[in-house]
T-cell receptor
Framework: SQTIHQWPATLVQPVGSPLSLECTVE??????LYWYRQAAGRGLQLLFY??????ISSEVPQNLSASRPQDRQFILSSKKLLLSDSGFYLC???????????????FGPGTRLTVL | AQSVTQPDIHITVSEGASLELRCNYS??????LFWYVQSPGQGLQLLLK??????LVQGIKGFEAEFKRSQSSFNLRKPSVHWSDAAEYFC????????????FGDGTTLTVKP
């Protein structure tokens, strides 16, 4: 069966510090991968998605970047965190078969980031 | 462009009462529709999905949803709510044909009174 891991679960970082959040998927190959941010009391905002290694699409201009160094690894990064980067970050995967009707997304447990 | 509206930010129901959470969507073709649930501090879990066929979809935990094309709606229902159903619920529409990404609504928070 497939599983998705995110770490760390919680993180407190000072403004201006770097960030690296990691997401890995097990039990599937060539998944589509996604990073979402959920601000307090708000819905989900899609930040990045990837359909393959090294292929990253950015949905909104921001202080963050994403990379996919391996097929089932998705990393969210920042060189200098802002206060507004605080939130709950969710990684998700779906089968990489767009148009076949299999695009249910499966979410990781999330990372709670607090920038002080 | 696709979009999702969940008109109710917060709903409170008594345990044992029926529940309906509203979802309206905008999409240029036959949509794929999803409902997810998020418990506090957790990731999202899929409740049910609609791709085609029968417009009444059964999901986990006793939930169902009905796709109504004429109303561009996909409302979530449960006949009798349990205290453990208290959570945030997200409706989503998609996918984009190129990448499979869905658009999520802003969510509805459900509070269950004893």
């Amino acid at each position: 069966s497939q599983t998705i891991h995110q770490w760390p679960a919680t993180l407190v970082q000072p403004v201006g510090s770097p960030l690296s959040l990691e997401c890995t998927v097990e039990g599937t190959s060539n998944p589509n991968l996604y990073w979402y941010r959920q601000a307090a009391g708000r819905g989900l905002q899609l930040l990045f998605y990837s359909v393959g290694i090294g292929q990253i699409s950015s949905e909104v201009p921001q202080n963050l970047s994403a990379s996919r160094p391996q097929d089932r690894q998705f990393i969210l990064s920042s060189k200098k965190l802002l206060l507004s980067d605080s939130g709950f970050y969710l990684c998700a995967w779906s089968l990489g078969l767009a148009g076949v009707g299999t695009d249910t997304q499966y979410f990781g447990p999330g990372t709670r980031l607090t920038v002080l | 462009a696709q979009s999702v509206t969940q008109p109710d930010i917060h709903i409170t129901v008594s345990e044992g009462a029926s529940l309906e959470l509203r979802c309206n969507y905008s999409y240029g073709a036959t949509p794929y529709l999803f409902w997810y649930v998020q418990s506090p501090g957790q990731g999202l879990q899929l409740l049910l999905k609609y791709f085609s066929g029968d417009t009444l979809v059964q999901g986990i935990k006793g939930f169902e949803a009905e796709f109504k094309r004429s109303q561009s709606s996909f409302n979530l229902r449960k006949p009798s709510v349990h205290w453990s159903d208290a959570a945030e619920y997200f409706c989503a529409v998609g996918p984009n044909a190129n990448a499979g990404k869905s658009t999520f609504g802003d969510g509805t928070t459900l509070t269950v009174k004893p």
